[in-house]
């Protein structure tokens, strides 16, 4: 059987964790590229919904990465994300999903190498989980997946 | 306002039991405003719904719509086109009084999403707290704006009992005794006379002793 290759979504705020993966690239790194980045003007703007709307449509995974605590461009708005990111959690415990494939990351824009290390720890940690109860029917093979881009 | 917290997703699910389309409706008022039954959380419950029932296996189509309160025939009759045949249940995120509004118009089974704790308000971002008794005959102007009936535990209207240790309540170290409040504030008031007053006991029939109320104004009814 091929091996599971989950859908994971990084909603990145545009002043550190997009920034950071926009360094990784220019540094070469190298990351999974089962992370598809969505950006934001903050992890302030993550709302609950938003979340279980990524895992309703077919995420296996989900992180929220967003600045340094005290860093926060519009000061409090990675706070705001991670107590939703905690509350979406629990409502996703409750759903049978697992609280355990939606995190909360904190990183500057700097931090090109953590950009990519998240990446393949969050993609690992997914990949050990297997797909989300949600997409047990279906996931997406390596194969299927190049096909896809071609 | 009327403050309602969410029922656990499991109780929700249960009682819409095998229904294949629901109508979730949420209310504008008071519970938007406590953040239990707004169009958000509307957003949030039938998501929630519909990702439990696709984890099963099956799947729930879910219509979410808001109504501007749910408490007022006006605004429930906007329903009347979403609740079409193939409409299986009906979610209410209003207080009890939606529930029952909409129990009232439509043949179907309504379920109620939130359990409505009391009438209060906001005391910082998201904590809230009960303020009004719904006693039928206020008497805040005697005791200095403290309601005994829902601040008191016991809610004694004669002073405070033995239970009242340095101004606080012995139910709870964290809870104020009211009339320690209403002592204080009638202090500083320079209106501890109004204590002295001997008053006849309160008419308990104007508050949920003497049945369901009901409020009629002749000059406005149509």
Redesign the interface.
Same mark, same amino acid.
């Given at each position: 059987m091929a091996e599971f290759e989950p859908k994971i979504i990084a909603f990145c705020c545009y002043y550190c964790a997009y920034s950071a993966a926009d360094l990784a690239g220019s540094m070469r790194l190298q990351y999974p590229a089962n992370v598809r980045l969505v950006e934001l003007p903050c992890t302030g703007k993550v709302d609950v919904r938003v979340l279980l709307g990524a895992f309703e449509e077919g995420a296996d995974g989900v992180y929220v990465a967003g600045c340094l605590e005290g860093d926060c461009h519009f000061l409090k708005g990675n706070i705001r994300a991670r107590k939703r990111v905690e509350y979406t959690k629990k409502l996703l415990d409750e759903i049978g999903v697992g609280g355990e494939r939606l995190e909360m990351y904190n990183l500057s824009s700097s931090m090109g190498p953590r950009f990519a290390e998240i990446a393949r720890e969050f993609t690992e940690r997914i990949k050990g989980l297997g797909p989300s109860p949600l997409n047990r029917g279906y996931s997406p093979t390596k194969e299927e997946k190049a096909g896809e881009q071609r | 306002m009327i403050v309602a917290e969410p029922k656990?997703?499991?109780e929700v699910s249960e009682l819409i039991g095998e229904a294949r389309k629901i109508l979730v409706v949420g209310c504008g008022g008071c519970v938007t405003v406590c953040l239990a039954g707004g169009e958000?959380e509307t =957003?949030?419950l039938a998501?929630?719904l519909?990702?439990?029932r696709?984890?099963e =296996?099956k799947t729930l189509e879910t219509l979410e719509v808001t109504l501007t309160r749910q408490c007022d025939p006006e605004y429930v009759q906007l329903l009347d086109k979403y609740v079409t045949e193939d409409v299986e249940g009906i979610v209410s995120l209003a207080c009890g009084v939606g529930v029952q509004f909409l129990a009232e118009r439509f043949n179907k089974w309504v379920v109620p999403a939130l359990n409505t704790k009391f009438a209060g308000g906001a005391v910082e971002h998201g904590v809230w707290e009960e303020r009004c008794g719904l006693c039928g005959e206020c008497i805040l102007h005697q005791t200095g704006g403290i309601c005994p009936i829902i601040r008191c535990s016991k809610s004694l209207l004669n002073g405070p009992c033995g239970g009242s240790q340095g101004g606080k309540c012995e139910v709870n170290p964290d809870l104020p005794c009211a009339w320690q409040l209403i002592y204080d504030r009638l202090k500083a008031l320079g209106k501890l006379d109004l204590l002295l007053e001997i008053r006849p006991p309160k008419d308990w029939s104007k508050a949920r002793d003497g049945g369901p109320r009901k409020v009629v104004r002749e000059d406005v009814r149509m």
């Amino acid at each position: 059987m091929a091996e599971f290759e989950p859908k994971i979504i990084a909603f990145c705020c545009y002043y550190c964790a997009y920034s950071a993966a926009d360094l990784a690239g220019s540094m070469r790194l190298q990351y999974p590229a089962n992370v598809r980045l969505v950006e934001l003007p903050c992890t302030g703007k993550v709302d609950v919904r938003v979340l279980l709307g990524a895992f309703e449509e077919g995420a296996d995974g989900v992180y929220v990465a967003g600045c340094l605590e005290g860093d926060c461009h519009f000061l409090k708005g990675n706070i705001r994300a991670r107590k939703r990111v905690e509350y979406t959690k629990k409502l996703l415990d409750e759903i049978g999903v697992g609280g355990e494939r939606l995190e909360m990351y904190n990183l500057s824009s700097s931090m090109g190498p953590r950009f990519a290390e998240i990446a393949r720890e969050f993609t690992e940690r997914i990949k050990g989980l297997g797909p989300s109860p949600l997409n047990r029917g279906y996931s997406p093979t390596k194969e299927e997946k190049a096909g896809e881009q071609r | 306002m009327i403050v309602a917290e969410p029922k656990p997703l499991a109780e929700v699910s249960e009682l819409i039991g095998e229904a294949r389309k629901i109508l979730v409706v949420g209310c504008g008022g008071c519970v938007t405003v406590c953040l239990a039954g707004g169009e958000k959380e509307t =957003g949030i419950l039938a998501a929630s719904l519909r990702m439990l029932r696709k984890k099963e =296996g099956k799947t729930l189509e879910t219509l979410e719509v808001t109504l501007t309160r749910q408490c007022d025939p006006e605004y429930v009759q906007l329903l009347d086109k979403y609740v079409t045949e193939d409409v299986e249940g009906i979610v209410s995120l209003a207080c009890g009084v939606g529930v029952q509004f909409l129990a009232e118009r439509f043949n179907k089974w309504v379920v109620p999403a939130l359990n409505t704790k009391f009438a209060g308000g906001a005391v910082e971002h998201g904590v809230w707290e009960e303020r009004c008794g719904l006693c039928g005959e206020c008497i805040l102007h005697q005791t200095g704006g403290i309601c005994p009936i829902i601040r008191c535990s016991k809610s004694l209207l004669n002073g405070p009992c033995g239970g009242s240790q340095g101004g606080k309540c012995e139910v709870n170290p964290d809870l104020p005794c009211a009339w320690q409040l209403i002592y204080d504030r009638l202090k500083a008031l320079g209106k501890l006379d109004l204590l002295l007053e001997i008053r006849p006991p309160k008419d308990w029939s104007k508050a949920r002793d003497g049945g369901p109320r009901k409020v009629v104004r002749e000059d406005v009814r149509m």
